[in-house]
């Protein structure tokens, strides 16, 4: 079936440091592969998405590229800030459904200032 | 915008007892729900979800049901409770792959 694993935290960063939460999946077919973040005392709200092969997701200065051949999807931000602070969860869809079916267990963000 | 109300947020029940989950939906009408339990260090695994009023599929077998009774009213269920049902349950709602809602979950201890 498929899975989803990404890097255990809690990731502490100091503002202003690079990040990136590691992503790998199994899955048969073409997924659709994304990334939620739950902020403190907030639910889980979807931050990007990707729906094929070298698609690129982004928003909110985070990037993720969907990487067939590596299985991976690795959400990377360029500068973090305090209020990044959060828990992301890695998280794939099937085509046959239209939410994911499998999410990591989730990497919790600490940004210092 | 969307909002999925789900309770209780904490729950303790004795083992064999049954149980009884609902989340409900405000802002939008005929999403797919979807519930989600995450057993201790693992991540959340997707138990049922619902296309429509009385349209349940089973993604795991499993000790529990879910009923969808009305477009916004999605319960998820137990006859008899048991230890290796404790958890954290999460109801979520999608309109497509983009649209994404999600309740504030339930930690349910079994005892």
């Known amino acids: 079936g498929n899975s989803v694993t990404q890097m255990e935290g809690p990731v502490t960063l100091s503002e202003e440091a690079f990040l990136t939460i590691n992503c790998t999946y199994t899955?048969?077919?073409?997924?659709?592969l994304f990334w939620y973040v739950q902020y403190p005392g907030e639910g889980l709200q979807l931050l990007l998405k990707a729906t094929k092969a070298d698609d690129k997701g982004s928003n909110k200065g985070f990037e993720a590229t969907y990487r067939k051949e590596t299985t991976s999807f690795h959400l990377e931000k360029g500068s973090v800030q305090v209020s990044d602070s959060a828990v992301y969860f890695c998280a794939l869809s099937d085509s046959s459904i239209g939410g994911p079916r499998d999410f990591g267990q989730g990497t919790e963000l600490s940004v210092k200032p | 915008s969307q909002t999925i109300h789900q309770w209780p947020a904490t729950l303790v029940q004795p083992v064999g007892s049954p149980l009884s989950l609902e989340c409900t939906v405000e802002g939008t009408s005929n999403p797919n729900l979807y519930w989600y339990r995450q057993a201790a260090g693992r991540g959340l695994q997707l138990l049922f979800y619902?296309?429509?009023?009385?349209?349940i599929s089973s993604e795991v077998p499993q000790n529990l049901s879910a009923s969808r009774p009305q477009d916004r009213q999605f319960i998820l269920s137990s006859k008899k409770l048991l230890l290796s049902d404790s958890g954290f349950y999460l109801c979520?709602?999608?309109?497509?792959?983009?649209?994404?809602?999600f309740g504030q979950g339930t930690r349910l201890t079994v005892v």
């Open positions: 619902s296309v429509g009023i009385g349209q």
């Open positions: 899955a048969t077919g073409y997924p659709s």
């Open positions: 979520a709602g999608y309109r497509g792959q983009t649209e994404a809602f």
